[in-house]
């Protein structure tokens, strides 16, 4: 199995505010995609992540206020190379910032399809610091392209 | 052992065009760091990556023309967790663009700072998508900032 993706980005916001940020839909739709439905406040609420007629869900797995977040992708729910993955954001600060660690793991294999997804979370944790550094982000579908369709 | 890092990203540019740019230490320093010395060109040869006083060395594993460049890091050459690691651009080409498959592989394991670097070859990736399809990039230290320190 590959280890999957791992990506640490330095944020100027409260780890409350960041945890608030990744359990409210309407906030996820400011970084991720602006079609974000269903619910991430509670342990097995469902969200919804909608990309044009594409939806990916995760099931919330596991919350920790200001500290950590973790989804889960249920079967037949989205996309396939993802069925059974785990997404958690974990939250530390230092002095000058929040730290969030995103890792994507249990992924069967570290394929092509993989290195896609890594550069889009990069790309979407960028926009997740814009929102909350100055409050606007670039989410799907604004995102910013690193692959031409 | 981590699968390590692995990002793709697409760039309207000729493969060939990009292997150049891979190899080349003058073009190397438009997006990855302004101050890249050594060479890049041959089989055992090594590029130095400066970042202020700190030198990350690469020796020249491989190259396939268009195809493939993989570069390995020498023990006590440059940051310790990047020991004996190797970093391959796989480039192949759709109708739209050229794919580049970076994988910085060879970790010893899925740390926090993977995380951060994961994120900053993210960055670095995109400031080559940049140099090659508008003539300029973010090289260090000009580099979009994924970590206050």
Request: charged residues 30%.
């Amino acid at each position: 199995m590959s280890s999957g993706i791992n990506h640490q980005v330095g944020i100027k916001a409260s780890p409350q505010a960041i945890y608030n940020a990744l359990t409210d839909v309407g906030a996820l739709a400011r970084w991720w995609t602006t079609d974000t439905r269903g619910s991430g406040k509670k342990v097995r609420d469902t969200i919804e992540f909608w990309f044009a007629d594409f939806c990916q869900k995760f099931d919330v797995k596991e919350l920790e206020p200001a500290r950590r977040v973790v989804w889960k992708s249920p079967r037949g729910q989205g996309c396939d190379e993802w069925e059974d993955t785990e997404v958690s954001f974990d939250l530390s600060t230092d002095d000058k910032q929040t730290l969030i660690q995103l890792r994507h793991t249990g992924w069967r294999a570290s394929t092509d399809f993989q290195g896609h997804c890594s550069m889009r979370w990069a790309v979407f944790l960028l926009s997740f610091k814009d929102v909350m550094e100055r409050g606007k982000g670039r989410p799907y579908p604004y995102d910013l392209e690193v692959h031409y369709r």
